[in-house]
Structures are given as structure tokens and as C-alpha cells.
């Protein structure tokens, strides 16, 4: 079972509208979480990275949150754009662990 | 600073041919990662390099081999090449170690079909 569960597996909205996507995880012992943007066709690109400590970052129009004690995060884009259109990865790292654990992601389409 | 670059972008093969998939890194990273990617599929991680001189498995290992020929190059190799290989292949690099950021740098990817 894949230790990192993302939701919704896609969704559509209107530019101009805010979305939130889900990510729950068991990876254990937690080290860090990632949020990349892959745009098709492209490798993926980080957003944020989120330490134990930490419970939101935000990068531009970006925010994601964590909730280390419910393994939970989420990322929130405001005020979508149609260059928002691509797929979302979350991932996270074990500590002291090289291997990452992805999330089959989410896949964002922006309509005008 | 190119960041992590891959060769070839796009390859078909017949089944039972082999090929090597060239990647390269100039951030001095010491960690490097293969990856495959299918649809409605996480990364997979095939192998990778913790350091210069040594790799390891990762999870779907069968049917590839790695070289880190350097700290700079990391090679996957498909011996022979089946169309359950069909999938687009990713290299990343990270440096892993104390009070790094964690990051990971992936490549921009090569599509490989096997026929």
C-alpha cells in the first residue's frame, strides 16, 4: 500500500477560483514534506518543503499546511491562473532515509 | 548552471534491444536517483547512488542496472529492453546530509517506448 495518499485524483476549475488539494501519509519516522509541480511533458519542480516543525509555508500564491500529528497536509492555490494547469505531487521523507515517498498526484486544469 | 540534464529526451526500442540513459548533475550533489513514472502511478524509484561508489535498489530494481561513474554521472542501463519498460525515466539529485534543505533537482525527463 503506498505510503502516501493524495486527493482529489483531478479536478477542473475557473481561473480566478482558490482550490485545496489533500495529502494524508504514514511514512514514518517523519523527516520532511514536499509539494512539486510537474507540468506535462516536465520533471517535477518543488513548491515548498516543510520540516516537523513547520505547519504552513507559502510560496507565491502557494500555501501548503501540515499537520504532523494527524499526517496530514494540504495545498491551497489562490486565485488560479491557467499556468496553475498541471499535475501536484506530495512527497515525503523518512529520516535518515535517501528514498522518497511520492503520491500519484493530483491533476489541476485551469478553464478560462 | 544546467542542474541535472538527461540524454536522450524521447527513444524507442525493440523488445530485446538495450540502450544506456546518460544523466548529469553540476550542483555537486552528492545523492542521485532514477525514477520511472506511468500514468495514474507515483515516482517509482528503480536505483540510487547515496553517495560516489555505491548504489543500491530501489523498488522495481528487475531489468535495469546503474553505474555512477563519477559524482557528477549516473547511467541506467536497460540490458534488455521489454515493453513493460515503456515509461518516461527521471533523474534527480539531492544533497543529503546535515542541515541540508532537502531538496531534490529531477531531470526534465526522457520518454522511452518499447515495441
Known amino acids: 500500500k503506498n505510503q502516501v495518499e493524495q486527493s482529489p485524483q483531478s479536478l477542473i476549475i475557473l481561473e480566478g477560483k482558490n482550490c485545496t488539494l489533500q495529502?494524508?501519509?504514514?511514512?514514518?519516522?517523519?523527516?520532511?514534506l514536499r509539494w512539486y509541480k510537474q507540468d506535462t511533458g516536465r520533471g517535477p519542480v518543488s513548491l515548498t518543503i516543510?520540516?516537523?516543525?513547520?505547519n504552513t509555508k507559502s510560496n507565491g500564491r502557494y500555501t501548503a499546511t501540515l499537520d504532523a500529528d494527524t499526517k496530514q497536509s494540504s495545498l491551497h492555490i489562490t486565485a488560479s491562473q491557467l499556468s496553475d494547469s498541471a499535475s501536484y505531487i506530495c512527497?515525503?521523507?523518512?529520516?535518515?532515509?535517501?528514498?522518497?515517498?511520492f503520491g500519484a498526484g493530483t491533476t489541476v486544469t485551469v478553464r478560462a | 548552471n544546467a542542474g541535472v540534464t538527461q540524454t536522450p529526451k524521447f527513444q524507442v526500442l525493440k523488445t530485446g534491444q538495450s540502450m544506456t540513459l546518460q544523466c548529469a548533475q553540476d550542483?555537486?550533489?552528492?545523492?542521485m536517483y532514477w525514477y520511472r513514472q506511468d500514468p495514474g502511478m507515483g515516482l517509482r524509484l528503480i536505483y540510487y547512488?547515496?553517495?560516489?561508489?555505491?548504489?543500491d535498489k530501489g523498488e522495481v530494481p528487475n531489468g535495469y542496472n546503474v553505474s555512477r561513474l563519477n559524482k557528477r554521472e549516473f547511467s541506467l542501463r536497460l540490458e534488455s529492453a521489454a515493453p513493460s519498460q515503456t515509461s518516461v525515466y527521471f533523474c534527480?539529485?539531492?544533497?543529503f546530509g546535515q542541515g541540508t534543505t532537502y531538496e531534490q533537482y529531477f531531470g526534465p525527463g526522457t520518454r522511452l517506448t518499447v515495441t
Open positions: 534527480a539529485s539531492r544533497l
Open positions: 495529502c494524508n501519509y504514514t511514512v514514518s519516522p517523519f523527516s520532511n
Open positions: 516543510m520540516t516537523f516543525s513547520e
Open positions: 512527497v515525503v521523507s523518512a529520516s535518515n532515509d535517501y528514498k522518497l515517498s
Open positions: 550542483m555537486n550533489h552528492n545523492s
Open positions: 547512488s547515496a553517495s560516489e561508489g555505491t548504489t
